[in-house]
């Protein structure tokens, strides 16, 4: 069964700084990877998706994640972050074998922006 | 276009009880998915359907159970409420339900059991 590990509960970054939020997913095939944010009250708003070809991808708002293989990873970076990026995110691994749309979520990773 | 809606936003049930939480998906979109967030667990996927069957299932007891309309609303019931159904539930909605279609999900329903 797919998994995926996202390492950092909780991630404090400076306004203006970079940021990076791991994930490792596991899968027995190509995965289709997602990310999506969640603010408070609020439902999920995906970010950014891969599916194949160009292992970096860009999302909205800014963000930008690059696919790994050899690492199983699929990291999300952003360059400048701004306070109202503080959020949940969470990494998701799809059945790209099944067809079937069911996601398979991280435990998410709290990103606090400290001005 | 109006996006996935859930009602209601909340919900205070005490234990023992049933309850039935309702999504209405994005127009045009056939798929819709639930999920339960809790903070020990996560998301978790509960089931899909489409097209009004059930194509999917998460590993969940049978005291979840959900239906799909014709005009694909979907509905979510939890019989004999337990504490630990305590969580936010969150429909997602998508246009065919494949693994490559973008899945909106709706602000969700948080229910708290007593």
Not at chain 1, 46 to 52: N, R
Not at chain 2, 35 to 52: A, D, H, K, R, V
Not at chain 2, 95 to 102: A, K, P, R
Request: hydrophobic share 30%.
């Amino acid at each position: 069964a797919q998994s995926v590990t996202q390492p950092d509960i909780h991630i404090t970054v400076s306004e203006g700084a970079s940021l990076e939020l791991r994930c490792n997913y596991s899968y027995g095939a190509t995965p289709y990877l997602f990310w999506y944010v969640q603010s408070p009250g609020q439902g999920l708003q995906l970010l950014l998706k891969y599916f194949s070809g160009d292992t970096l991808v860009q999302g909205i708002k800014g963000f930008e994640a690059e696919f790994k293989r050899s690492q199983s990873s699929f990291n999300l970076r952003k360059p400048s972050v701004h306070w109202s990026d503080a959020a949940e995110y969470f990494c998701a691994v799809g059945e790209a074998v099944s067809g079937y749309s069911t996601l398979t979520f991280g435990k998410g990773t709290m990103l606090l922006v400290s001005p | 276009k109006a996006g996935v809606t859930q009602t209601p936003r909340y919900l205070i049930k005490t234990r023992g009880q049933q309850v039935t939480l309702s999504c209405s998906p994005i127009s045009g979109h056939r798929s819709v998915s639930w999920y339960q967030q809790t903070p020990g667990q996560g998301l978790q996927f509960l089931f899909e359907y489409f097209s009004e069957t059930q194509r999917n299932k998460g590993n969940f007891p049978g005291r979840f159970s959900g239906r799909q309309f014709s005009n694909s609303r979907s509905e979510m019931n939890v019989s004999t409420l337990e504490l630990g159904d305590s969580a936010l539930y969150l429909c997602a909605s998508s246009f065919l339900g494949q693994s490559t279609d973008t899945q909106y999900f709706g602000p969700g329903t948080r229910l708290t059991v007593l």
